[in-house]
């Protein structure tokens, strides 16, 4: 048995069209395929792992001796969202897809419901870029005070408010009545997220760290409640724990960067624990996916790529770290939507020299089958154990 896993969710490092790309409007996105042609993208550690045997990248050549297990994954669930598919990883599929208002914006009766709730009139109302959408509308918002709220493709409400204008507890007040309003059936979306932002006027207004995301509890127990219920550690980082609504989860801390991600995982490797260490690394997607910033995405990986040998010194040899992403996010592909596609995985663990191949997996849900296998825990419905391809318990 493993005594820690640690799992790392590049949010987003999408790795070839997954092959019902066609139905989701994604035929040949390729996020890191497509970063690497853009730059020249330097990631030794990542390459020695094994990450250009999974599939061709450009100056990520394949080695002979990888050191991780290597692999891609396919998602199984209907959607190509976070909370998709990090359920799916913990073995949860979500086959009957949530709410989107992408062409319509939100209904009217949702909108003077909110507006009455929360005494604010709301602007916007429309599918859009979160950067963009400050930009056009946040200077009416700082004047009238009214409210900005928008949504893309995910099944997603989003308010942004500016932090003067709007204290942020009173944003998280507003965002926890519109997640209540957006309890019926008929408009339940999947998250509704708190964006805030600050800076003086539309050229230099930037969103802040306090975006906070109000998901739905998971339907079904996953793999962290069968290892919190058997008396494992839960521990999430970043997101995660907004991702699951906490279910599961014994201990959790927030992240202000993908640095302060990999500080904090670092620093959580240092300790001793018996169980799970799930961080996600939002940036990948959030600053460089959905911005269509192909070379701030490379280098964004390239920094993870530095900071990889900092966690792994701390890894014992009865610890396993797993990389991979939720979904794809290729910031060459039209429109600022997440892509689907397969996802990487790369298996490591110090007891052993050298990895290989696995065979290319149907679901993500095999993750969070193998870390209860591993645990000998109660197993998630979906999925099967990646154990016997990396040897065993
Ligand atoms: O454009 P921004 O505000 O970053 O929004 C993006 O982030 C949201 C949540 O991850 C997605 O729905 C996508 O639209
Ligand atoms: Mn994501
Ligand atoms: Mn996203």
Same mark, same amino acid.
């Given at each position: $048995?493993?005594?820690?896993?640690?799992?790392?969710?590049?949010?987003?490092?999408?790795? @070839?069209?997954?092959?019902?790309?066609?139905?989701? #409007?994604?035929?040949?996105?390729?996020?890191? @395929?497509?970063?690497?042609?853009?730059?020249?993208?330097?990631?030794? #550690?990542?390459? *020695?792992?094994?990450?250009? #045997?999974?599939?061709?990248?450009?100056?990520?050549?394949?080695?002979?001796?990888?050191?991780?297990?290597?692999?891609?994954?396919?998602?199984?669930?209907?959607?190509?969202?976070? $909370?998709?598919?990090?359920?799916?990883?913990?073995?949860?599929?979500?086959?009957?897809?949530?709410?989107?208002?992408?062409?319509?914006?939100?209904?009217?009766?949702?909108?003077?419901?909110?507006?009455?709730?929360?005494?604010?009139?709301?602007?916007?109302?429309?599918?859009?870029?979160?950067?963009?959408?400050?930009?056009?509308?946040?200077?009416?918002?700082?004047?009238?005070?009214?409210?900005?709220?928008?949504?893309?493709?995910?099944?997603?409400?989003?308010?942004? $408010?500016?932090?003067?204008?709007?204290?942020?507890?009173?944003?998280?007040?507003?965002?926890? +009545?519109?997640?209540?309003?957006?309890?019926?059936?008929?408009?339940?979306?999947?998250?509704?997220?708190?964006?805030?932002?600050?800076?003086?006027?539309?050229?230099?207004?930037?969103?802040?760290?306090?975006?906070?995301?109000?998901?739905?509890?998971?339907?079904?127990?996953?793999?962290?409640?069968?290892?919190?219920?058997? @008396?494992?550690?839960?521990?999430?980082?970043?997101?995660?724990?907004? +991702?699951?609504?906490?279910?599961?989860?014994?201990?959790?801390?927030?992240?202000?960067? #993908?640095?302060? *991600? $990999?500080?904090?995982?670092?620093?959580?490797?240092?300790?001793?624990?018996?169980?799970?260490?799930?961080?996600?690394?939002?940036?990948?997607?959030?600053?460089?996916?959905?911005?269509?910033?192909?070379?701030?995405?490379?280098?964004?990986?390239?920094?993870?790529?530095?900071?990889?040998?900092?966690?792994?010194?701390?890894?014992?040899?009865?610890?396993?770290?797993?990389?991979?992403?939720?979904?794809?996010?290729?910031?060459?592909?039209? *429109?600022?939507?997440?892509?689907?596609?397969?996802?990487?995985?790369?298996?490591?663990?110090?007891?052993?020299?050298?990895?290989?191949?696995?065979?290319?997996?149907?679901?993500?849900?095999?993750?969070?089958?193998?870390?209860?296998?591993?645990?000998?825990?109660?197993?998630?419905?979906?999925?099967?154990?990646?154990?016997?391809?990396? @040897?065993?318990?």
């Amino acid at each position: $048995m493993y005594n820690r896993i640690f799992l790392i969710i590049l949010d987003s490092l999408g790795i @070839g069209e997954a092959p019902d790309a066609k139905a989701y #409007n994604d035929e040949g996105a390729n996020t890191l @395929g497509h970063i690497a042609e853009f730059m020249n993208l330097n990631i030794p #550690n990542l390459q *020695g792992f094994g990450l250009g #045997n999974i599939a061709p990248i450009k100056n990520v050549e394949p080695v002979d001796t990888p050191k991780a297990f290597f692999t891609k994954m396919q998602e199984a669930s209907l959607g190509k969202d976070t $909370m998709t598919g990090h359920w799916e990883l913990m073995g949860l599929y979500i086959t009957k897809p949530f709410q989107t208002f992408t062409e319509t914006g939100f209904p009217k009766a949702l909108i003077d419901e909110l507006e009455k709730k929360t005494g604010r009139k709301i602007i916007g109302n429309v599918s859009a870029s979160g950067t963009e959408i400050i930009k056009e509308l946040g200077e009416q918002h700082m004047k009238t005070g009214d409210i900005i709220v928008y949504t893309s493709a995910d099944s997603v409400l989003q308010i942004a $408010m500016h932090e003067d204008i709007i204290p942020i507890e009173e944003q998280y007040r507003i965002c926890e +009545i519109a997640r209540e309003i957006t309890m019926k059936p008929e408009w339940k979306v999947g998250r509704v997220i708190a964006r805030p932002f600050k800076g003086k006027n539309k050229k230099d207004f930037a969103r802040t760290s306090n975006r906070h995301d109000y998901a739905l509890k998971p339907s079904e127990k996953t793999t962290l409640n069968f290892l919190s219920e058997a @008396g494992y550690d839960v521990i999430a980082l970043g997101k995660i724990n907004d +991702i699951f609504d906490g279910y599961g989860i014994t201990e959790y801390s927030k992240t202000v960067s #993908n640095d302060d *991600g $990999m500080r904090q995982v670092t620093k959580t490797a240092k300790r001793e624990f018996t169980g799970l260490c799930f961080l996600n690394l939002v940036d990948f997607d959030a600053l460089y996916g959905h911005r269509r910033d192909p070379l701030g995405y490379g280098k964004a990986i390239e920094k993870f790529d530095e900071q990889l040998p900092k966690l792994i010194k701390e890894l014992k040899e009865d610890d396993l770290l797993i990389l991979t992403a939720d979904h794809g996010n290729d910031p060459t592909a039209p *429109g600022t939507d997440h892509t689907r596609e397969y996802v990487p995985l790369l298996v490591y663990s110090k007891k052993y020299l050298v990895g290989n191949k696995m065979p290319i997996l149907k679901t993500f849900a095999d993750v969070g089958y193998t870390i209860a296998d591993n645990f000998g825990t109660e197993k998630p419905k979906n999925g099967s154990s990646f154990l016997k391809h990396i @040897g065993g318990k």
